[in-house]
């Protein structure tokens, strides 16, 4: 399930269009309405079939040639050189584009310099090993809330345990990973209760092994830098590449001055091409001698959401059972 709606995602990021402009326009009230066939799918089955045909004939079957090739953002691919775009002020090229270092710049600082920076930035291998497990309370918004900011809480312990909760007025949003296990629970969702697996399971994780981040640079391998200069609002940032355990690729931007973490973007896989996943960090204060970013906005391709903790609470107990599989919510306030 998660792989189909990332898929669903990079088709909508590649040809900026929204669930109905492929489904019918009662899909959004019975989602049987959904399986109805219509043009537009058809079409689209069409050119996923075109393009695996081009990567099969042309590139030995690798994933090169995708929905965004040609589109970039537009349903109808522009054939004709534009000499406003040929003559006018290049467009800054997006950093999130840069996945792998062609010719990575000798003289830039190596992953493990940039890295021991950030530990060093948060507060140090000591106090960090010193943060077990804490809790907080906060508001979180996002498309599925129509940004209205609602209740929300944290819960995380080391090694590796996260869940978050959302409280909506009706029924209940909770994603956890226990260690090894992904889910999320949502009542508004077709589907109140999904095991997340592949790149979506690696995003959970991840997002786990940085609420306490001294052990990053043994869970993420094959570490790259010396990518090109880039700036994050105004910001000169230091970039780093690793890699996942199930595979997927991950960039993070590091504050050239500070040396703290502002941006993940993770590229997780699914059967037509990488999919970004972007979580900038912002609002570091310090908790129990750890700076701690208290404010994240991720944005995905069929997404977006922002947490602000507004109470951190560090090294208390948390019940075993808050990083449990969650049942799917009751259509009612929790």
Same mark, same amino acid.
């Given at each position: 399930?998660?792989?189909?709606?990332?898929?669903?995602?990079?088709?909508?990021?590649?040809?900026?269009?929204?669930?109905?402009?492929?489904?019918?326009?009662?899909?959004?009230?019975?989602?049987?309405? /959904?399986?109805?066939?219509?043009?537009?799918?058809?079409?689209?089955?069409?050119?996923?079939?075109?393009?695996?045909?081009?990567?099969a004939?042309?590139?030995?079957g690798?994933?090169?040639?995708t929905c965004?090739?040609?589109?970039?953002?537009?349903?109808?691919?522009?054939?004709?050189?534009?000499?406003?775009?040929?003559?006018?002020?290049?467009?800054?090229?997006?950093?999130?584009?840069?996945?792998?270092?062609?010719?990575?710049?000798?003289?830039?600082?190596?992953?493990?310099?940039?890295?021991?920076?950030?530990?060093?930035a948060?507060? =140090?291998?000591?106090? #960090?090993?010193?943060?077990?497990?804490?809790?907080a309370?906060?508001?979180?918004? =996002?498309?599925?809330?129509?940004?209205a900011?609602?209740?929300?809480?944290? /819960?995380?312990?080391?090694?590796?345990?996260?869940?978050?909760?959302?409280?909506?007025?009706?029924?209940?949003?909770?994603?956890?990973?226990?260690?090894?296990?992904?889910?999320?629970?949502?009542?508004?969702?077709?589907?109140?209760l999904?095991?997340l *697996?592949?790149?979506?399971?690696?995003a959970?994780?991840?997002?786990?092994?940085?609420?306490?981040?001294?052990?990053?640079?043994?869970?993420?391998?094959?570490?790259r830098?010396?990518?090109?200069?880039?700036?994050? +609002? +105004?910001?000169?940032?230091?970039?780093?590449?690793?890699?996942?355990?199930?595979?997927?690729?991950?960039k #993070?931007?590091?504050?050239?001055?500070?040396?703290?973490?502002?941006?993940?973007?993770?590229?997780?896989?699914?059967?037509i091409?990488?999919?970004?996943?972007?979580?900038? /960090?912002?609002? /570091?204060?310090?908790?129990?001698?750890?700076?701690?970013?208290?404010?994240?906005?991720?944005?995905? *391709?069929?997404?977006?959401?922002?947490?602000?903790?507004?109470?951190?609470?560090?090294?208390?107990?948390i019940?075993?059972?808050?990083?449990?599989?969650?049942?799917?919510?009751?259509?009612?306030?929790?």
């Open positions: 399930m998660d792989e189909f709606m990332a898929t669903m995602g990079f088709i909508a990021a590649s040809l900026s269009l929204n669930c109905l402009d492929c489904h019918t326009q009662d899909s959004g009230r019975d989602p049987a309405k /959904y399986a109805e066939d219509t043009p537009i799918k058809q079409t689209a089955r069409k050119m996923l079939l075109m393009v695996k045909q081009i990567n004939q042309n590139f030995g690798v994933r090169t040639v965004y090739t040609c589109h970039r953002s537009d349903v109808a691919p522009r054939f004709t050189p534009s000499l406003a775009e040929q003559y006018g002020t290049p467009p800054e090229r997006d950093p999130n584009d840069i996945e792998i270092a062609q010719q990575p710049d000798p003289a830039a600082p190596s992953a493990d310099q940039i890295l021991d920076k950030y530990i060093q948060v507060g =140090g291998a000591q106090r #960090l090993a010193s943060l077990t497990s804490f809790t309370t906060g508001t979180y918004s =996002g498309y599925d809330t129509d940004f900011k609602l209740p929300a809480e944290v /819960y995380a312990k080391a090694p590796g345990l996260r869940a978050t909760v959302i409280h909506p007025p009706i029924g209940q949003g909770t994603t956890v990973y226990d260690g090894r296990n992904g889910w999320v629970a949502a009542a508004n969702s077709l589907l109140p999904v095991t *697996t592949g790149g979506e399971l690696d959970v994780t991840f997002e786990a092994e940085l609420a306490f981040p001294a052990k990053i640079k043994q869970y993420l391998t094959g570490w830098a010396g990518f090109p200069p880039t700036t994050l +609002d +105004d910001h000169s940032v230091l970039v780093v590449q690793g890699t996942a355990p199930a595979g997927s690729r991950v #993070l931007f590091f504050d050239k001055d500070s040396g703290l973490l502002v941006r993940t973007v993770m590229f997780t896989t699914t059967v091409g990488l999919n970004p996943r972007e979580i900038d /960090y912002s609002d /570091y204060r310090d908790v129990a001698g750890v700076k701690i970013p208290f404010k994240w906005t991720a944005v995905w *391709t069929d997404g977006r959401s922002e947490f602000e903790m507004t109470d951190v609470r560090p090294n208390v107990a019940d075993a059972a808050r990083f449990g599989k969650p049942a799917p919510p009751k259509s009612g306030n929790p």
